[in-house]
Structures are given as structure tokens and as C-alpha cells.
């Protein structure tokens, strides 16, 4: 118990106030009551003395004794003061006596009646049952009382609690708060406290859906909570929707136009209100929240969407973004996006002397994009040394990947080396700078060991390739279908089948089912080697199965999944492709031109198409028409290396005695791919026509050890 000196001082402090003081305080209750601790009057000094002694129906009983407060004012002002001295268990008790549920209907009527009287209703209409003061009090102690059970954990009863409050005032309100409502006292801040805790409360309590529902509720009804309040509500409502996980079903506007967008799952709800939240802090409506345009990045970047997230950053006022953080951030977009040339020019920018030459992270991917371009791989070797020259903040790792790009650089950049010996000297380079990055991450960078074993296998060194590729396997665990199809490839190069279709069978069972499609054309392939081709066509409509049940599943996100359908795309018509050379190896024409048909639909200007057509018809005899074909698909393709055999073998038959035009056919073809033993193998057929008999055993014995070594398909 507190001393007397004590209680003297309090109220000497507090001569001045009286009851209707008192009232005016009461009247200012919420949360910022809550926050500044309110002395009780004089004449409630032995209220004071009875609270501290725990005798808490007393004090009770004496403040209502004054004929100034009810039952439930009596009640919540007690527990208020109890919640604020930190007594969060007496203030439950407290709080306890208060009969919501009674309640309920005398603050309805309440509220409505005094609504009635601000929208200019006649006010001989019979008084309110209660007084506003009453009612914001008796809001304030179911506040103060979730509040409490929040400090105890029991998160869910609180979470009823509050509830409550919203529940009475929007069935009060039904087309939400009038613009003037609690402009007189403090209710309102009661009301907007109670709307910020609830979805808080339910995400404390694992009851995603409710929180999810909550925080619409507090966005789409009209609580007046001003421009801040609702922008921290939008935030938090976009970062739960984006980084929890929950999946809730679309909102339901009930002022939404025909034409209105409304999101259909968690990501894009969570992007239209960073969208918002934008427009809000570009139009200077709030301050600038550099976070908000963050998760409005990953949440694009998550749904595909590159080119929207370009477009943010393009629309972005000046100032907020340097120039040269522009043009990196935007160069990333467009390469998520497939735009790979656009990126680069946005690096060239970048990475020019007037601005930013040295950025590490802009060399890094400029290399890795000249690197995937054949004719920019020059520049990719350029790129990438530029890296290693920059010695700041250089970490073992950094170099290694700078090591790593400028071997995939040198590996592309070979293929277009005019000599031999030009061409095996960079291969050299490449294996050089591939291994010297392996050494500097101790083979723990998957990137880097698969590049490795990848310029292996390429130069068909393919016991050591061998090695790498199960290396990155267990540095990915399994789980990437890339070093599956690779090890595949190696052991068909070692010609090894049935071990690569064990493998094969065993990324199939590991593998996702929709990353199965490149695993089952691979397998399809490898029985074909064998001379099992019925059970080749079995593996190939398994394949297209997967294919349009896939379509069929992800048919309404084209947007989300515009790179991912590109590629599936390409790989169903290649499959079609395969199905047509399987059909006319075995005669069956209706099948093969039911294919052909098929691949037309999917790629009508693919050069791959255009040989398949032509092979059938060489198939069947008609050398003319099947040189039309070839002629076509050089002209969509002039480095379409099938196509260039092909033309080759089609103007020896029809021309047998000038051999000049195939051996230019050739030789082109072998130019762009020397490790091609079809080719190798036909000029020498050509040679021996002649009697250039040295020329001719050259190139069957080139011919011969590359088909020793080649895979089923290409290992890139």
C-alpha cells in the first residue's frame, strides 16, 4: 500500500478537478490515454486508496456512489487505470464485468441515432440510451481489454474482443463512418486502434484467413483512418500477402466496375497495393518509403513480371534512383525478360568512363549475357578480364565466377575461330580459366563445375567431363534436371545407353513433373540409338501428355508464365521435330506428315521445320521438292547446320557430276560445327568421288573417332 505521504501529495496535485473535469477526461479516452497516465480526482482519493488496497468492487461502488459515471463507465474507467499502472490481469477482471452483448444494441441504436442527427434528422427524434461518452468508454475498455489478453498471449480471445467494436460499428454504419464522426471525442482513435490490432492479432494466432479478411475489412470500409494510418495498413497487408504464404480467395468489391481489375491470388493483391502505395508516395501524398518500391520488385520479379518492374523503375521520379543504379536495375529486368540485347546496351551505358566503368556487378552479368550471344563473345572475354582487374572487395568467390565467365566467353568465342589451331588454343584458354575458378571455390560453385564438365564434354574429354558432372549433381542435391541431362549425355557419348537411361529414369523420379519434358525427350532419343523406336514414340506421347496437362494448369497465367510457356513451346515442336524423323525411319508416312502438320502449327518459320520437311521428302524420293525445303530453311537460318548437309547430300544426287556447290555446303557446315561427323563423313564421301584419296581417309578418320565419342544430342 502506498504511504499516506504519498497519497497526500497525489492529491494536493489534483485539488482542482471535479467531477465534470473528470468527465472531460473520460471523454478523451483511447489510446493516447492509454500512453499518458491520468491521476484520479480529490474527490475520488478514496477510490484511489481502494484500488491500491486490490478492493476493487469498493472502488467501484464508490464511483458510482458520486451519481457521476454507470455501471460499465464505473467499469472501464477502473480497468483503465488498472491497464495503465501495467496490472493487466486486474484490468481483465475488470473488464470482465462488462456485459458486451447487452450492450450491443443500446450502442447501435446510439450510434445510429446520432448519425441520424448528423445526416440533419428532426431532433425531437427520442434520446440516445446512451451518451457518446459512455459508449467510447465502453469501446475503449474492449480495446484496452484485447490489448490485455495480447500482453498474455492469448491472442485469439483478443482478437474477439477487438472484433467486437468493428462488428457494433459497421452494422451502425453500413455504408461506413460519416466524415464528421468522432470529430468531438476521442472514439475515433479507439476505432482506428482497433482496426490496426485485429489483423495482427489473428496473423499471432496462425489464423491466416481471418488476418487476410481483416485487413480488407479495414481497406475497404470506411473508418476514416486518415492518408498514413491506411498507407501503413496497405504496406503491412502487402508484405503478409507476399512473404507469408497465405492463400486466400480473391477479395469481393463491392463497388468494383465491370472492367475493375481484381487480383486472382495473394502475389497480385500484395502488387496492386505496393501499386498503390506508389502512386501515393510519387504523387507526394505520403513520404518516400524507399522499402515499399523493394518489395514491389521482388513481388514482379516472383510473377515474371520483368517488364512491369522496368517500367516502375522507368516511371520512378528523379532523384529517388542514381542514373547508373537505373541502368543496372533495368538491364536485369530486361534480361529476366528475354530481352538480352537491350540489357547489354543498358550496361555499355553503364559501364562507360563518364559513368560507373569499374561496377563489378555490371561486368559480371554484361560477360554473362555477351557469353550466351555467339557474336558478342568477344566482347564477353573483354567483359569478364575487365573483372579480374578489379582487385577491390575481390573475394576468392567474385573471382572465381569472373574466372568462370571469361572460360564460357573463350568457349563460345572458339567456335568462331577461322583455323585450327586458332580454335584449339582458345578451348585451351577456356579449360584453363574454368579450372582455375574450380580451384579458387574449392569445386563447391554449381555454376562453375557445370560449365566445367560442359567445355569437357564438348571437347570430348569425356572421363573427366564424367567426373564433373556427378560432382555438380551433389552440389545440387539431385534436384537440378541440367545435370541430369548432362551426365545422360556424357554416358551416351561413351555410348553407355543403358546406363543413360537409368539415369534418365532415376531424374524422373527426383525431377518435378513439369521440369520432366526435357528428361523424357532425352530418354526417347537414347531408345532410339538403340533401335527401339516403337518404345521411343511411347516416351514421346508420355512427354506431350505432360506437356498439355501443363497447359492446361497454368492456361490462365499467360502473363505470370510468358518465358516458361517460350520454352515449352520450343520443346514441343523440337518433339513433334523428333517424332517425324522416327516415323519416316519407320515408313510410316500418315504418321510422319500428321507430325509434320503439327510442327507447322507450333513454328511455321523455324528452320528446324523446314529440314524435317525436306527429309521427308528426300524419304520419299522427291529430291526437288526436298531441296526447296533445305534452300528455305537456310534462308530463315544460314548456320542451320543440318539443313547444310542435307543440301549437300540433295545436290549430289540431283547433280552428281559438279560437286563444287555440296562441298561449300559442307565445308560451311563444318566450319560452324567441327565436332559434326555426318559432315566429316559425307566430304570425305566427296573426296573419294574425286580420287583425292589423302583428303578423303582424313576425314573418314576424323568422322570416324568424333561418331566414337558424339551423345544423342548436342551436350549444350
Known amino acids: 500500500m502506498r504511504s499516506n505521504r504519498s497519497t497526500n501529495k497525489l492529491q494536493k496535485r489534483n485539488a482542482s478537478w471535479t467531477f465534470p473535469s473528470m468527465r472531460q477526461c473520460l471523454c478523451y479516452g483511447g489510446e493516447a490515454s492509454v500512453k499518458k497516465k491520468l491521476p484520479l480526482p480529490e474527490p475520488l482519493g478514496e477510490v484511489q486508496q481502494r484500488l491500491d488496497a486490490g478492493d476493487i468492487e469498493e472502488a467501484e461502488a464508490s464511483l458510482r456512489g458520486n451519481g457521476a459515471l454507470n455501471y460499465e463507465e464505473a467499469r472501464a474507467l477502473l480497468g ?116 490496426e490490432l485485429l489483423p495482427d492479432l489473428w496473423k499471432r494466432s496462425d489464423r491466416p484467413n481471418e488476418a487476410i479478411l481483416a485487413y480488407r475489412r479495414a481497406l475497404l470500409y470506411c473508418w476514416n483512418l486518415g492518408v498514413e494510418t491506411a498507407a501503413r495498413i496497405q504496406k503491412e497487408f502487402g508484405i503478409y500477402l507476399l512473404y507469408s504464404g497465405a492463400e486466400a480467395s480473391p477479395p469481393s ?130 567483359y569478364a578480364r575487365r573483372a579480374l582487374e578489379i582487385k577491390e572487395d575481390a573475394c576468392r568467390d567474385t573471382v572465381g565466377l569472373s574466372n568462370c565467365l571469361l572460360g564460357v566467353s573463350l568457349s563460345e568465342y572458339a567456335k568462331s575461330a577461322i583455323s585450327e589451331s586458332e580454335r584449339f588454343i582458345r578451348q585451351s584458354e577456356a579449360i584453363q580459366a574454368l579450372e582455375h575458378a574450380s580451384n579458387l571455390t574449392n569445386l563447391r560453385d554449381p555454376k562453375v563445375v557445370y560449365h566445367l564438365s560442359l567445355q569437357l564434354a564438348e571437347q570430348r574429354k569425356l572421363d573427366a567431363a564424367l567426373y564433373y558432372a556427378k560432382q555438380f549433381l551433389k552440389l545440387e542435391g539431385g534436384t537440378n534436371h541440367k545435370g541430369w541431362l548432362l551426365l545422360a549425355r556424357i554416358l551416351s557419348g561413351q555410348k553407355r545407353f543403358i546406363d543413360a537411361e537409368t539415369i534418365i529414369d532415376v531424374a524422373v523420379d527426383q525431377t518435378g513433373r513439369w521440369d520432366q519434358g526435357a528428361l523424357l525427350r532425352t530418354k526417347a532419343k537414347l531408345q532410339v540409338a538403340q533401335g527401339h523406336l516403337k518404345k521411343a514414340v511411347e516416351t514421346y506421347t508420355q512427354f506431350l501428355g505432360i506437356l498439355q496437362a501443363k497447359s492446361k494448369t497454368f492456361g490462365s497465367k499467360k502473363e505470370l508464365y510468358k518465358s516458361l510457356r517460350n520454352d515449352d513451346k520450343q520443346l514441343e515442336l523440337e518433339t513433334w521435330l523428333d517424332l517425324v524423323s522416327t516415323y519416316i525411319t519407320l515408313s510410316k508416312w500418315d504418321d510422319a506428315q500428321a507430325c509434320l502438320f503439327k510442327a507447322k502449327e507450333i513454328g511455321p518459320s523455324s528452320a528446324s521445320t523446314w529440314h524435317a520437311i525436306g527429309s521427308f521428302h528426300e524419304a520419299k524420293g522427291l529430291f526437288k521438292e526436298a531441296l526447296d525445303a533445305f534452300t528455305m530453311a537456310l534462308d530463315i537460318d544460314p548456320t542451320h547446320v543440318p539443313s547444310l548437309i542435307s543440301s549437300a547430300l540433295v545436290h549430289r544426287r540431283l547433280n552428281s557430276k559438279d560437286s563444287s556447290v555440296a562441298r561449300s555446303y559442307l565445308m560451311n557446315a563444318l566450319k560452324l560445327d567441327m565436332m559434326n561427323h555426318v559432315a566429316w563423313y559425307n566430304l570425305g564421301l566427296l573426296y573419294k568421288s574425286e580420287d583425292a584419296l589423302f583428303e578423303a581417309a582424313d576425314c573418314f578418320e576424323a568422322a570416324a573417332s568424333l561418331e566414337e565419342t558424339a551423345p544423342v544430342e548436342p551436350f549444350r
Open 80 to 195: 483503465r487505470y488498472e491497464y495503465q499502472k501495467g496490472n493487466v490481469e486486474a484490468a481483465l477482471h475488470v473488464f470482465g464485468g462488462i456485459d458486451i452483448t447487452s450492450l450491443s444494441p443500446k450502442i447501435k441504436l446510439t450510434l445510429a441515432r446520432i448519425g441520424d442527427c448528423r445526416r440533419g434528422h428532426s431532433q425531437n427524434d427520442p434520446a440516445p440510451p446512451m451518451s457518446m461518452r459512455a459508449v467510447s468508454l465502453v469501446f475503449e475498455a474492449m480495446f484496452l481489454k484485447a490489448k490485455s489478453l495480447q500482453s498474455l498471449g492469448k491472442f485469439e480471445e483478443a482478437a474477439q474482443s477487438c472484433k467486437v467494436i468493428l462488428d457494433i460499428v459497421e452494422s451502425s454504419f453500413p455504408d461506413g463512418l460519416p466524415e464528421n464522426f468522432g470529430t468531438d471525442s476521442k472514439l475515433q482513435e479507439t476505432l482506428i486502434g482497433a482496426v
Open 253 to 382: 468489391l463491392r463497388s468494383q466496375m465491370d472492367t475493375s481489375f481484381v487480383p486472382k491470388n495473394s502475389i497480385e493483391e500484395a502488387i496492386l497495393l505496393f501499386m498503390v502505395l506508389l502512386r501515393k508516395m510519387t504523387s507526394r501524398v505520403i513520404e518516400w518509403d524507399t522499402s515499399i518500391v523493394d518489395h514491389l520488385s521482388f513481388a514482379l520479379t516472383m510473377c515474371g513480371q520483368a517488364e512491369a518492374l522496368a517500367q516502375v523503375i522507368e516511371a520512378l521520379p528523379p532523384g529517388i534512383i542514381e542514373r547508373k543504379e537505373m541502368y543496372y536495375s533495368l538491364s536485369l529486368c530486361y534480361q529476366l525478360d528475354g530481352d538480352s540485347l537491350s540489357a547489354l546496351n543498358l550496361l555499355k551505358k553503364l559501364l562507360h568512363h563518364s559513368e560507373d566503368p569499374n561496377h563489378l556487378p555490371g561486368l559480371l552479368i554484361a560477360s554473362k549475357i555477351c557469353s550466351e550471344l555467339a557474336t558478342f563473345a568477344e566482347e564477353g572475354i573483354s
